[in-house]
């Protein structure tokens, strides 16, 4: 079993950041690839990063390319978004989740472990 925390969520102006981290415990010693997903109010979870664990690449919707970075720091077992530029319509819950696939998976269902989220609010 994983157990993921999210943190730094929180309330910011349009044209603000944040970032926000994702701590692992548990049996993080097998490899995980990482993603981080969204959830507005009334609206399906999408994808919104992710970072291989094999070979640290990364992946982005494209609503978020250039403006969102993922990044991983294996010996402190936490995943971090970088998040610049925010917009009214970045605002959602965000979820960080785990999963063993190899390949890249950008829905939901392929994720294994999950955290409880952390809100991100943008105003503008």
């Known amino acids: 079993q994983v157990q993921l925390v999210e943190s730094g969520g929180g309330l910011v102006q349009a044209g603000g950041s944040l970032r926000l981290s994702c701590a692992a415990s548990?049996?993080?010693?097998?490899?995980?690839?990482m993603g981080w997903f969204r959830q507005a109010p009334g609206k399906e979870r999408e994808f919104v990063a992710l970072?291989?664990?094999?070979?640290?690449?990364?992946y982005y919707a494209d609503s978020v390319k250039g403006r969102f970075t993922i990044s991983r720091d294996n010996a402190k077992n936490t995943v971090y978004l970088q998040m610049n530029s925010l917009k009214p319509e970045d605002t959602a819950v965000y979820y960080c989740?785990?999963?063993?696939?190899?390949?890249?998976?950008?829905?939901?269902?392929?994720?294994?472990?999950w955290g409880q989220g952390t809100q991100v609010t943008v105003s503008s």
């Open positions: 989740a785990a999963t063993r696939s190899i390949v890249v998976i950008t829905t939901p269902d392929g994720y294994d472990y």
């Open positions: 548990g049996r993080t010693g097998s490899t995980y690839t």
């Open positions: 970072i291989m664990w094999s070979s640290s690449n990364t």
